[in-house]
């Protein structure tokens, strides 16, 4: 079974059983500045759920729709790459409800009936989770349904769900998981996949997050991960391996020439996860607007983008290639035409999303060696210290922010450089810094340009400066980057 024809089977369940199909909004929330990304379903509904919105026709709606999650409450930035099940682009299989259309036991039954039935999931490989003050929802499951009493997982704030911090809807939820091995001695992460998340939107919470009553009428809010789906119904163990997103990797190691014998490194294939998963990001965020910039949400793609460029580059060593040159920019038509039938706007703006792609390799690429330079000077001066069994090494705020102010490092490629070495980052020394200079900048801008402060100097004279600090010895001996 391929992607496309779980959509399509989706949305025809839902249709069947009285949905209106709503197309997938932009990965940019229309009208909500408190909410950095759509990161889910329900998003476009949002105020349908709270009453100040007309619902879709038949008050009900079942959508497709593209998700990122890099930002905000809901932010898996730092997961993608070491975690089998996290993306952060992602499509979102979702069916609503509003004004009391259908009740809790029809969100529940449509969700199995579609696993089981549709899907032709084995029952005896599923369970639930249902908040432990909601027995309505227990009740359900195992009297309606007939999930057994030792298949049904009672949790606490794990079960309550809302799309962000602000003012907005919440819920109570009940999850469906996958058994991945049947094996009872498994920890619950490597044995149970969440797959689908039935929220039962009832509450509002106000713009400090606190709560503010109940909603007009019980509402119905679902949302699954289609990748996470695929992985199941493709029996693998992770979305990385469904066909998808091997055909991507596999265009990824043609493109770069990367040989088997290089792919069984662990840190070539989390490379290739994290190379994969955010040329996904990068080719719809542009496709939808977002363009990359210092501030905002193209601060978010800038920092999805210099993350690919940064393990691209280490692919590219690993591939034997002496030095790094922009290839994100040749793939992201793969993505699109991997995608096309779903999304074929994405192709009708390829040329664009393309040549902005191009655009901040080029420019990233001039600055990321010498960073990595510096970083690992500052790791070979530390080696000696950490064969004595000194304590962690921590990378220096003042070096993080020149990594950041002069070569372009956001703070968060620093820390996934630190932590892929085993290494800290000074992050509360780095935000006293950041702060100071905006501090400086403000006072500055505001005593005019007649007494701006000494321009900082060319980024060569201060990478020589950095390199004689510290004895640089060369890429091959780029190990712990
Ligand atoms: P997890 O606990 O695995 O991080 P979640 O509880 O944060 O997931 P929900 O907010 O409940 O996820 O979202 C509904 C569904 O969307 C999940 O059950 C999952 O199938 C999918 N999903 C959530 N986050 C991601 C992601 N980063 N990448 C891929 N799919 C995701
Ligand atoms: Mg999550
Ligand atoms: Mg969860
Ligand atoms: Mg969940």
């Known amino acids: 079974m391929n992607a496309q024809h779980v959509r399509k089977s989706f949305v025809e369940f839902f249709k069947i059983r009285g949905h209106t199909h709503v197309p997938s909004s932009s990965l940019i929330p229309q009208g909500d500045p408190t909410l950095l990304f759509t990161n889910s379903g329900m998003v476009q509904f949002k105020d349908c759920f709270l009453g100040t919105r007309a619902a879709p026709e038949k008050n009900s709606a079942v959508s497709v729709q593209r998700c990122v999650r890099a930002g905000g409450k809901h932010n898996d ?11 952060t682009f992602f499509e979102m299989l979702g069916n609503f409800a509003f004004n009391g259309r259908f009740q809790k036991e029809d969100g529940i039954r449509f969700a199995w009936e579609f696993l089981t ?18 027995k309505h929802s227990w009740d359900l499951w195992h009297h309606k349904i007939g999930v057994p009493a030792d298949k049904i997982f009672r949790f606490d704030s794990d079960n309550v769900w809302m799309m962000g911090d602000g ?6 939820c009940t999850e469906i998981f996958w058994d991945k091995t049947g094996n009872p001695g498994d920890s619950h992460d490597d044995r149970w996949l969440e797959i689908w998340n039935v929220v039962f939107m009832q509450f509002r919470k106000d713009a400090s997050g606190l709560h503010a009553g109940d909603l007009p009428a ?10 996470r789906l695929m992985s199941v119904l493709q029996n693998v163990r992770s979305n990385y391996e469904t066909d998808e997103f091997q055909a991507l990797i596999g265009a990824i ?8 014998e290089a792919r069984l490194s662990a840190k070539v294939e989390t490379a290739l996860r994290v190379v994969a998963d955010h040329l996904r990001a990068m080719t719809f965020l542009v496709a939808d607007g977002v363009v990359p910039k210092n501030v905002g949400r193209g601060y978010v793609l800038r920092r999805i983008m210099r993350r690919a460029i940064r393990y691209g580059a280490e692919l590219q060593r690993a591939a034997g290639l002496s030095s790094s040159a922009p290839f ?25 999303v393309c040549s902005i792609v191009n655009g901040e390799e080029l420019s990233f690429l001039r600055t990321l060696d010498q960073g990595l330079g510096m970083l690992n000077s500052f790791f070979v001066s530390k080696a000696a210290a950490v064969q004595n069994d000194a304590p962690q090494v921590t990378i220096p705020a003042d070096l993080a922010f020149d990594l950041h102010d002069t070569f372009g490092f956001p703070i968060d490629l620093t820390a996934t450089i630190a932590r892929d070495a085993g290494a800290l980052v000074d992050l509360p020394g ?11 900048s403000k006072q500055n801008s505001l005593q005019g340009s007649a007494s701006r402060s000494v321009p900082p100097p060319p980024i060569r004279e201060l990478w020589m400066k950095a ?13 712990v980057l």
């Open 218 to 227: 019980l509402c119905i809010d679902t949302g699954m991960g289609l990748e």
């Open 77 to 87: 930035l730092d997961n993608v790459g070491y975690t089998p099940r996290h993306h």
């Open 253 to 260: 190691c043609a493109r770069l020439g990367l040989s088997q």
């Open 328 to 352: 994100l920019s040749d793939l992201c038509p793969v993505v699109a035409e991997i995608m096309r039938e779903a999304y074929p706007y994405v192709m009708e703006r390829i040329d664009s």
């Open 167 to 172: 003012a907005g809807p919440y819920g109570y």
């Open 117 to 134: 039935q549709d899907m032709r999931l084995p029952e005896g490989r599923l369970a639930v989770s249902v908040h432990e003050s909601d």
């Open 430 to 440: 780095f935000d006293q810094l950041m702060n100071k200079q905006k501090a400086t």
């Open 467 to 479: 390199a004689l600090k510290s004895s640089f010895v060369g890429y091959d001996n780029l190990k």
